[in-house]
């Protein structure tokens, strides 16, 4: 297992994934800088710090969270595509292998993904910390930030499960609307509940922590997700 985690990131993080990533990293660099203000100036952020703090968190929660779903989308895309597939017939011997392999995928991508939360995470609560005097990192942040892990690893194994069954140039569309529903409706209808249920999605209001939906029953639909995903790669290499 430690071998086939080590090709998957010779063969993950290979030069356009490299690329993709620094212009996400790029993004929420300069998005979460300027939803704070800090070019202002402390005195004049010192001005309505209640309200500057809310916008720094809204704005700054969405930047990241964007990032990181169309992170996972691009690595379920790029991880999962048949040049990427073809990979396993080098260290792949039986079966067995297989599933080690697929496993292997999936946490290596699992691990980029998290760790680029992590840093955009660190950059969010060093600019709002230090860069202004609204802003001190707290529970809420944090739930926040495990949040958005958990709807970026969702669309991850989605999008490599799309990727692993229907490989081509349209196999995003399904992942992007599901985005694009997540960030444009509000939790109301009998499907729109049943989405908002499944997949966490950070959410703020002024009254706090808003997201939708049973945490538990929201880690479980990722946990059955990455196993379909893992046995579907098996299965499909294998016939």
Request: aromatic share 16%; hydrophobic share 60%.
């Given at each position: 297992?430690?071998?086939?985690?080590?090709?998957?990131?010779?063969?993950?993080?290979d030069?356009?994934a490299?690329?993709?990533?620094?212009?996400?990293?790029?993004?929420?660099?300069?998005?979460?800088?300027?939803?704070?203000?800090?070019?202002?100036?402390?005195?004049?952020?010192?001005?309505?710090?209640?309200r500057?703090?809310?916008?720094?968190?809204?704005?700054?929660?969405?930047?990241?969270?964007?990032?990181?779903?169309?992170?996972?989308?691009?690595?379920?895309?790029?991880?999962?595509?048949?040049?990427?597939?073809?990979?396993?017939v080098?260290?792949?011997?039986?079966?067995?292998?297989?599933?080690?392999?697929?496993v292997?995928?999936?946490?290596?991508?699992?691990i980029?993904?998290?760790?680029?939360?992590?840093?955009?995470?660190?950059?969010?609560?060093?600019?709002?910390g230090?860069l202004?005097?609204?802003?001190?990192?707290?529970?809420?942040?944090?739930?926040?930030?495990?949040?958005?892990?958990l709807?970026?690893?969702?669309?991850?194994?989605?999008?490599?499960?799309?990727?692993?069954?229907?490989?081509?140039?349209?196999?995003?569309?399904?992942?992007?609307?599901?985005l694009?529903?997540?960030?444009?409706?509000?939790p109301?209808?009998?499907?729109?509940?049943?989405?908002?249920?499944?997949?966490?999605?950070?959410?703020l209001?002024?009254?706090?922590?808003?997201?939708?939906?049973?945490?538990?029953?929201?880690?479980?639909?990722?946990?059955?997700?990455?196993?379909?995903?893992?046995?579907?790669?098996?299965?499909?290499?294998?016939?």
């Amino acid at each position: 297992m430690k071998t086939m985690l080590k090709v998957q990131w010779y063969y993950l993080l290979d030069k356009t994934a490299a690329a993709f990533i620094g212009l996400f990293a790029v993004f929420v660099f300069l998005a979460v800088f300027a939803a704070s203000e800090a070019n202002l100036g402390m005195a004049v952020l010192d001005v309505d710090r209640v309200r500057r703090a809310f916008v720094y968190r809204t704005s700054g929660v969405m930047a990241i969270r964007l990032a990181a779903s169309v992170l996972g989308i691009f690595l379920g895309l790029h991880g999962w595509s048949r040049t990427q597939r073809r990979a396993g017939v080098f260290f792949v011997s039986c079966r067995k292998d297989l599933f080690a392999f697929g496993v292997a995928k999936a946490a290596a991508a699992a691990i980029v993904v998290v760790v680029f939360i992590l840093a955009g995470m660190l950059w969010y609560g060093v600019v709002g910390g230090y860069l202004t005097p609204y802003f001190e990192f707290s529970q809420l942040d944090a739930n926040l930030f495990v949040d958005i892990a958990l709807e970026a690893l969702f669309f991850l194994a989605m999008q490599g499960l799309v990727t692993t069954v229907f490989d081509g140039v349209f196999a995003a569309i399904p992942a992007f609307t599901v985005l694009w529903v997540l960030e444009s409706s509000a939790p109301e209808g009998r499907w729109l509940t049943f989405l908002f249920g499944a997949i966490r999605h950070a959410r703020l209001d002024e009254a706090g922590l808003a997201t939708f939906g049973d945490p538990s029953l929201q880690a479980l639909v990722l946990v059955v997700l990455f196993n379909l995903l893992v046995v579907v790669f098996a299965w499909k290499d294998v016939n």
